[in-house]
């Protein structure tokens, strides 16, 4: 029984085939630290922490491609094709022309059957979309945003340099070109809770996605939300994994069903942490407790769906 919809069931739908996405560093670099907008990104971000060891902007993105498939090949035995996501910082914060050169290595391999691309609401230019929309003709695009939070306030404290609607006009403007829309959201965020959150997905539910992505906030050492939380941990929520599965579960099956769910957590190496709630476990592990929730509730993504509307 699937308790959920699958971003890699979602894959499959479009592939008919398992498909494997690849960590590409392309060396880009983010408005908000670049001085355009701030100098010090958001108050959590590390990327460090988030890349794969095959990941670097000193290898160029053909040879991270082609170790990145030797990786995974070794890992995932059956998958035969991959998509390439662009994942450090803002990957759509250069000119036209640049873009077209960085990712003209992976829309020509082979072995590669679509992009995958992260970036902010604010790094959307209609002549970069109307690129992508003329790409997703011939391959797989998506375009992942970094929401984070739908509340104005939190991005304020995070200074991400955007608010919400900044983000909501930034998927609409994706999906009405017909590319994949995916965006990211993290809970533990300062000042926010578990109740919030929970009225929070009545407005997500109304955006035009076709996939998301959960994180629960990790502390990570020498960001400034670190020295935050060591100087007054009281406004952030203090998931131990038991509670976050049961929150996870919770929100979930409020959780618009048409969404694919690419991940219910966020893993870290536990060398990055400030703050370890949940010790070495993998995130494969977390999943299985997840899915054991949904199983012991006789629940699922959705099963409250019809509840929230109203």
């Known amino acids: 029984m699937d308790y959920y919809y ?21 060396g880009f670099t983010c408005p908000n630290r670049d001085g355009t907008l701030g100098e010090h990104g958001c108050t959590y971000c590390d990327n460090d922490a988030f890349n794969p ?15 990145g498939i030797e990786f995974h090949k070794n890992r995932y035995r059956r998958t035969e094709s991959y998509l390439a996501y662009f994942q450090a910082y803002s990957n759509t914060y250069a000119s036209l022309e640049k873009l077209k050169e960085i ?12 992009i995958v691309v992260g970036t902010r609401p604010d790094c959307l230019e209609d002549e970069k979309l109307d690129f992508f929309a003329e790409l997703a003709q011939k391959m797989f695009v998506s375009i992942e945003i970094g929401v984070e939070s739908i509340h104005d306030e939190t991005l304020r404290k995070i200074n991400r340099g955007h608010d919400f609607q900044c983000a909501v006009g930034a998927l609409q403007r994706i999906k009405a070109r017909n590319i994949h829309t995916g965006a990211h959201f993290i809970f533990g965020l300062p000042d926010e809770t578990p109740e919030m959150w929970l009225e929070d997905v009545k407005v997500i539910n109304d955006l035009p996605l076709n996939s998301i992505k959960f994180h629960q906030l990790q502390i990570i050492k020498g960001t400034p939300m670190e020295k ?13 994994m038991d ?49 054991r929730e949904f199983e012991s509730r006789g629940s699922g993504q959705g099963r409250r769906y019809l509840d929230v509307l109203f």
Do not use: M
């Open 103 to 114: 990712y003209q290595p992976a829309i020509e391999h082979p072995e590669i059957k679509g």
């Open 243 to 291: 509670t976050y599965i049961a929150f996870i579960v919770d929100f979930v099956e409020r959780l618009n069903p048409t969404f694919a769910i690419e991940r219910f957590a966020g893993e870290v190496p536990p060398r990055f942490l400030s703050v370890n709630n949940w010790g070495t476990i993998r995130y494969d592990v977390v999943l299985q407790k997840i899915i």
């Open 53 to 67: 060891s095959y990941c670097t902007p000193q290898k160029s993105v053909q040879q991270q491609i082609g170790e």
């Open 6 to 26: 699958s971003y890699k069931n979602y894959l499959i739908k479009q592939f008919g085939a398992r498909v494997q996405k690849l960590t590409i560093d392309a």
């Open 228 to 240: 935050e939380y060591l100087a007054n941990p009281k406004p952030f929520y203090p998931f131990t």
